[in-house]
């Protein structure tokens, strides 16, 4: 069983910037697979970034070129440094593990971004 916990969110400009962070449990953090995820109101739950076990990132297009992934191993945490935000980036930030076979989410955390 794996934990995620999930911080960092928050309101913002448009323009302005947010680092959201998760917290997993686990002595393995080094073998997870970890991503983040969004879902606006009214939309489906949709892939922002991932970073595999050996960093490899991926982006969505939507968030290319101003969201940056990456992780500490040494602290078993992610982050997703979030830069030139704009108003549809408003959404829940979910935090997502797999490992093992299994799927792991955060509780997520709210991203407004309004002016």
């Known amino acids: 069983q794996v934990q995620l916990v999930e911080s960092g969110g928050g309101l913002v400009q448009p323009g302005g910037s947010l680092r959201l962070s998760c917290a997993a449990s686990g002595s393995f953090f080094n073998f997870y697979h970890m991503a983040w995820y969004r879902q606006a109101p009214g939309k489906q739950r949709e892939l922002v970034a991932r970073?595999?076990?050996?960093?490899?990132?991926f982006y969505a297009d939507s968030v290319k070129g101003r969201f940056t992934i990456s992780r500490d191993n040494a602290k078993n945490t992610v982050f997703l440094q979030m830069n030139s935000l704009k108003l549809e980036d408003t959404a829940v930030y979910y935090c997502?593990?797999?490992?093992?076979?299994?799927?792991?989410w955060g509780q997520g955390t709210q991203v407004t971004v309004s002016s």
């Open positions: 970073i595999t076990t050996t960093s490899t990132t």
């Open positions: 997502h593990c797999a490992w093992s076979g299994n799927d792991y």
